[in-house]
């Protein structure tokens, strides 16, 4: 038996409706036409995305230093540098700039619920 890696990806998050926006007008992504409850899946071309309302017992606001820490969630765009502008242009915390590397165009930003996303253009 072998374990094949990820193939679905959610966030815990404080109000489901406005992470889903978040997502939905920030990034672009689409809600999937099913989602469990509680949840709002996103119709993405790789590994499902979703974000979620918290699981029994999660209180996200006495995560410190925040949210996903220690975790790394890496995203595929087509122009990361025009995801940048745009998130920038609309007061989303950048928390690492632009930059070229061997994932292509790269940067990272703070979703609002302190989750950090990174954004690349080479997949």
Do not use: S
Not at 90 to 95: E, L, S
């Amino acid at each position: 038996m072998t374990v094949t890696g990820p193939d679905f990806i959610a966030l815990q998050v404080r109000d489901l409706e406005k992470a889903a926006t978040f997502y939905e007008t920030q990034l672009g992504l689409k809600r999937a036409p099913v989602a469990p409850p509680h949840a709002v899946v996103f119709a993405t071309g790789t590994i499902a995305f979703a974000v979620r309302e918290p699981l029994p017992g999660v209180d996200l606001d006495a995560v410190t230093p925040q949210p996903g820490t220690g975790v790394v969630l890496w995203m595929g765009a087509d122009d990361a540098q025009g995801v940048h502008d745009k998130l920038q242009a609309n007061g989303v915390p950048i928390t690492v700039p632009p930059f070229d590397g061997p994932f292509g165009r790269t940067f990272t930003f703070t979703d609002p619920d302190g989750y950090a996303v990174t954004i690349h253009d080479r997949v």
